[in-house]
């Protein structure tokens, strides 16, 4: 693909190839940082993807009780984000194992009782490395613009789920995603400390004010 294109360009050409929004949102931005994977691993990434979508997730939704259906555009944007950013030796969640080992943090903190607050500073500390805040930042920004990240009431909110008013709108979101994740990713590796946890940034939503 031309490196001449937009991101916005780039995504709007893979949506009309067919990719649909993850795929189109995921290579735009592999293709826009110049992160290279042959088809094959990337439908493979995809698939990974595909039980939190709404093609999957709402043939298993009980009246919304359970099903993640969150937006492919969102989803394929977090996973581009992961892509491009995380180092290839970071384990997920390997803090949390490591900590609950005897003499680690996490173990310690019980059995001394730490208060919460010591608690959340602790585990902020250990995790800001994945860069959840620059997730937080692009949801945030997703649903400050769209009032959802729900693939099926974005869907809803055109009426038919099965018409040319519902594949235009997805590609509005699919092009705004593209270029709003593109903003928080270069924002990020230019400079993580903006997108900290911590108050004034993102909150632990069991943390206090």
């Known amino acids: 693909m031309s490196e001449s294109l937009s991101i916005e ?4 050409n893979y949506l009309r190839q067919g990719w649909g929004s993850r795929a189109s949102v995921l290579r735009a931005l592999l293709d826009d940082f110049g992160f290279a994977f042959d088809e094959h691993t990337l439908k493979l990434i995809c698939l990974a993807l595909d039980p939190f979508h ?5 043939l298993y939704t009980d009246r919304g009780k359970y099903g993640i259906t969150v937006c492919g555009a969102l989803s394929g944007a977090l996973a581009a984000f992961n892509l491009i950013t995380a180092s290839v030796d970071l384990l997920p969640y390997e803090f949390w194992t490591e900590g609950m080992k005897e003499g680690g943090w996490i173990k310690r903190m019980i059995d001394e009782g730490w208060p919460l607050e010591k608690k959340i500073e602790a585990y902020i500390k250990a995790c800001e ?3 959840y805040g620059a997730h937080y930042e692009m949801v945030k920004r997703f649903y400050e613009r769209f009032g959802t990240t729900d693939c099926l009431e974005l869907e809803q909110m055109v009426g038919d789920p099965v018409s040319y008013e519902c594949f235009k709108n997805c590609a509005k979101v699919v092009i705004w995603t593209a270029a709003m994740a593109k903003d928080v990713i270069s924002a990020f590796r230019k400079e993580p400390s903006r997108f900290r946890i911590g108050k004034g940034n993102v909150q632990f939503q069991f943390l206090k004010e």
Do not use: F, I, Q
């Not at 709404?54 to 709402?58: G, L, N």
């Open 9 to 12: 360009e780039r995504a709007l």
């Open 54 to 58: 709404a093609p999957s997730a709402s």
């Open 129 to 131: 490395k994945y860069g």
